[in-house]
């Protein structure tokens, strides 16, 4: 890989980022129909897609990339469908990719034609290992490359009416010469004539994620210092996860300056995938910043993206996971069981719902109601568990609030239990064990 990073060409900003982290949530885009489509083995036919739409506009996505029109038919047809179709609600706009080829533009136009809104989303690689290799052009070649093909853009733009707006992508900007990123983006925007009332929105895309999430902020925070018509750009953000850091790389580009941020539900994308919005938007509620989409019912959303994706959603996944709010341990179980008395006993204190007090339970980020999640399967019980997990059962299924002693002796019954099966243990059977060893003797 050649470029920044690699030649040491990244310079830091001034990193005041660091002590402003956002306070507010970013303008989001769902590349989910196109990043996230590109990369699935049975890509998404009609239905899947129009599920996967409907359910980015019941969420809250304003901005939503539908596909790659000039890639395929079924991808052209697509786009038509929701353009002759009405399925468009006024407040959203589509947008539609193309790589820089006039033939191309040409295609992607004739998808939208007769779109009361959509973006056209130009997009090419920049960094030297690209030009060099896959396309074998001088920097000053790939420059006249982005200058026809914005040109062309625009004066289709003109001829089709209608309200076209358009994005920018420099494909590999995480590793390109952040000299020539800058000079690429402002020759864009210049030629587009990017202004408040008609922002360009440039998206800067760690195509490969390389380097670590700070390294990223410093190059977003360098285009967001330097760009001429800053005011009338939307700066974007678009991280993939190679390293595993698109999160911390969105949240670190956000208060690096950048506006919005492109990724996917769960993070489907090519190869580890794009930033998981889910995520991210979660990341912000828990801190009491409202991420202005609708995240009430997780399980769900997930439902429909993993029928739409035809891919699981991990066990461990930030917050959408079976597992992510259950304690097996009895460290752990106890814990939760007594921050959760304790929200309890503060509401009935305050004669207020426990929903209304600041969430504050040990090992839990945040509510997991406020997500569609209940606290049924917070506490598991096997092997690590103890007592306080065990009672949390037996109070929360069956409203049985155990002393002290039968705690301990009910623990010892379960213990000997699942030193025999080695099993989980439902809690169905510590309802039953509890009532044969304590009820059921006549
Ligand atoms: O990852 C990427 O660079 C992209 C662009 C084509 C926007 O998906
Ligand atoms: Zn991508």
């Given at each position: 890989?050649?470029?920044a ?8 900003g ?13 303008l ?65 706009t589509?947008t539609v990719f193309t790589s820089a080829r006039q033939?191309l533009i040409d295609?992607t136009f ?8 959509a973006m056209v989303h130009l997009c090419h690689a920049t960094a030297?290992?690209w030009r060099?290799?896959?396309f074998?052009m001088t920097p000053s070649e790939v420059m006249a490359l982005a200058r026809q093909s914005a040109q062309h853009m625009v004066r289709l733009a003109d001829r089709a009416g209608g309200d076209i707006r358009f994005e920018y992508s420099p494909e590999t900007f995480n590793?390109t010469e952040p000299e020539f990123a800058l000079e690429i983006a402002n020759t864009v925007a210049e030629i587009v004539e990017a202004s408040p009332e008609r922002p360009l929105t440039l998206n800067l895309p ?13 190059q977003v925070e360098r285009m967001h210092r330097n760009l001429e018509r800053r005011d009338g750009i939307i700066l974007s953000v678009h ?18 300056g950048a506006d919005r941020?492109e ?180």
């Amino acid at each position: 890989y050649g470029g920044a990073g690699a030649r040491g060409l990244v310079e830091p900003g001034t990193r005041a980022w660091l002590d402003r982290p956002p306070g507010r949530a970013p303008l989001w885009s769902s590349v989910d129909l196109r990043d996230g489509n590109q990369a699935l083995a049975n890509p998404m036919d009609l239905r899947r897609k129009r599920e996967m739409f409907d359910l980015l506009v019941r969420l809250g996505f304003k901005d939503i990339e539908v596909g790659y029109p000039s890639a395929s038919e079924a991808e052209f047809a697509f786009v038509r469908h929701l353009v002759t179709g009405g399925h468009i609600p006024d407040d959203v706009t589509i947008t539609v990719f193309t790589s820089a080829r006039q033939e191309l533009i040409d295609r992607t136009f004739e998808a939208v034609r007769g779109a009361d809104r959509a973006m056209v989303h130009l997009c090419h690689a920049t960094a030297c290992l690209w030009r060099e290799v896959v396309f074998r052009m001088t920097p000053s070649e790939v420059m006249a490359l982005a200058r026809q093909s914005a040109q062309h853009m625009v004066r289709l733009a003109d001829r089709a009416g209608g309200d076209i707006r358009f994005e920018y992508s420099p494909e590999t900007f995480n590793v390109t010469e952040p000299e020539f990123a800058l000079e690429i983006a402002n020759t864009v925007a210049e030629i587009v004539e990017a202004s408040p009332e008609r922002p360009l929105t440039l998206n800067l895309p760690s195509t490969v994620e390389m380097h670590a999430p700070h390294v990223f902020a410093d190059q977003v925070e360098r285009m967001h210092r330097n760009l001429e018509r800053r005011d009338g750009i939307i700066l974007s953000v678009h991280p993939h996860n190679d390293r595993g850091t698109a999160v911390a790389a969105a949240e670190y580009a956000l208060a690096a300056g950048a506006d919005r941020v492109e990724g996917t539900l769960f993070g489907n994308g090519e190869r580890t995938g794009n930033v998981c919005l889910v995520t991210l938007a979660l990341n912000l509620l828990s801190r009491g910043i409202d991420p202005q989409l609708d995240l009430s019912d997780i399980p769900a959303i997930r439902r429909t993206v993993e029928e739409c994706n035809e891919m699981p959603v991990p066990d461990r996944h930030p917050y959408a996971g079976d597992l992510v709010f259950t304690a097996f341990s009895g460290t752990h179980q106890d814990a939760i069981a007594k921050g959760l008395r304790h929200l309890e006993d503060r509401a009935a204190a305050a004669g207020v719902p426990a929903a209304q007090l600041p969430w504050d339970v040990p090992y839990l980020p945040i509510d997991p109601r406020d997500i569609g999640r209940s606290y049924e399967a917070i506490i598991r019980v096997n092997s690590q568990s103890g007592k306080g997990g065990i009672a949390h059962v037996l109070r929360s299924r069956w409203g049985l609030d155990l002393p002290q002693e039968l705690r301990v002796e009910l623990a010892g019954v379960i213990q000997r239990l699942t030193d025999v099966t080695a099993a989980e243990v439902e809690p169905g059977l510590i309802w039953d064990t509890f009532r044969a060893e304590y009820c059921d003797m006549g």
